[in-house]
């Protein structure tokens, strides 16, 4: 059975998502596109496949059994909330939504529905390194993780449209939602400390220090630097009792030449994550097959749009600021314990 796809959102990562929709993976094809720029969607659009003018048209239209939303954060809660009404599953890149209240909105929907629909483009949990990572923390031999050293280096961020609340609310919530996956735990408290800030980024407030304290005492150290000019540079450390897991640095042809000897650095995200990418996709297609999701969902979402709202409010007042998660519905699995 070929899952027939719509798009909504054919900027930058909507274009990479529908080319390993129609390219690499199998099993799946994108039959409808939608953009508020129709022009873009069209020069997106997979030979066949429909330009719709709005999301609502698309997300009904019989054509379409399950969805991928790539637009801008703050236009996700509407298309996934019509999802939802519809019965579909969806694919949703990060961030789920962009406020406490909407996150609440999306979750109340899908409980209400009895079942999960949607899956977050959260692909860290699916890169093979960081499954690897997991498995040896899991496997419990280094004893309790007591501390994570995360490090998201980004070459540089479209100026104008990255905005400097950006780092802590788009950018974070990878480490963010990497952090309680590999850890099995929830965060209850963020700081934010901002040292001398980077020429290169201007206005932007970069780099930033995050600290999220998690429910069972571990805690998370994470550099968030965004306009860093050399690549993109993903690391991850895993402090335990026993002994540190690391992730590997990523296999690349070695150079000698005059310069010495040189790896190259991945360009940006698409590169670094491109297998992580194709993976969660393949993941996705299996249970929207099947008229479900899987992986990260509204759960991950909503728990790091409040670590982004915390961070926000920790970088104004330069306290720890807490969270206060709601009840974790059944729909998504078992609470983590929080420590005595
Ligand atoms: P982009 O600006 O290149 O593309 C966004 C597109 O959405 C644009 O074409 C815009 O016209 C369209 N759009 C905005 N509002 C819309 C609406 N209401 N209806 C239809 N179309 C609408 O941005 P991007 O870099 O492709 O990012 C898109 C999303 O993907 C963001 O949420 C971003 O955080 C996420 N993202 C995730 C990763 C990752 O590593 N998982 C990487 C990049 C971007
Ligand atoms: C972008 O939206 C992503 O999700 C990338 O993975 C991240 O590295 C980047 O900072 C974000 O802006």
Redesign the pocket.
């Known amino acids: 059975m070929t899952l027939r796809v719509g798009v909504i959102g054919t900027g930058m990562i909507g274009q990479d998502h529908i080319r390993r929709l129609t390219q690499v993976l199998s099993g799946v094809q994108v039959v409808a596109v939608s953009d508020i720029d129709r022009d873009r969607a069209k020069a997106a659009a997979p030979k066949g496949a429909e330009v719709f003018d709005t999301l609502q048209a698309l997300i009904r239209s019989e054509s379409v059994q399950a969805m991928v939303i790539c637009s801008w954060g703050p236009a996700h809660e509407e298309a996934l909330l019509e999802c939802i009404a519809a019965g579909k599953p969806v694919f949703c890149e990060?961030p789920l939504v962009t406020t406490e209240a909407a996150a609440l909105r999306v979750m109340e929907a899908e409980v209400a529905f009895g079942r999960r629909l949607v899956q977050v483009g959260f692909m860290r949990r699916f890169d093979a390194d960081y499954r690897r990572l997991k498995a040896v923390i899991d496997g419990g031999t280094l004893g309790a993780p007591l501390l994570y050293h995360s490090v998201?280096r980004?070459a540089s961020?479209p100026e104008g449209l990255?905005t400097s609340d950006?780092p802590l609310n788009?950018?974070l919530v990878?480490d963010a939602d990497i952090s309680r996956w590999l850890l099995d735990d929830e965060v209850t408290g963020v700081e934010v400390r901002v040292p001398r800030r980077s020429s290169r980024g201007k206005d932007l407030r970069d780099p930033t220090v995050v600290l999220l304290h998690m429910a069972s005492g571990a805690l998370v150290d994470v550099e968030i630097s965004?306009n860093i000019g050399y690549g993109y540079d993903i690391r991850g450390e895993v402090s335990c009792e026993e002994g540190v897991a690391a992730l590997p640095n990523r296999p690349a042809i070695v150079i000698s030449d005059r310069h010495g000897i040189r790896q190259a650095i991945p360009e940006d995200?698409r590169e670094r994550f491109i297998e992580a990418y194709d993976q969660e996709f393949r993941e996705w297609i299996v249970a929207a097959a099947r008229g479900t999701a899987t992986g990260p969902s509204t759960w991950d979402g909503y728990a790091a749009t409040l670590i982004a709202d915390a961070a926000l409010r920790a970088v104004e007042s330069g306290r720890l600021e807490p969270i206060r998660m709601r009840g974790k519905p059944a729909l998504y699995g078992t609470p983590v314990a929080v420590a005595a």
């Open positions: 990060k998201h980004n961020v990255y950006m788009d950018t990878h965004v995200w």
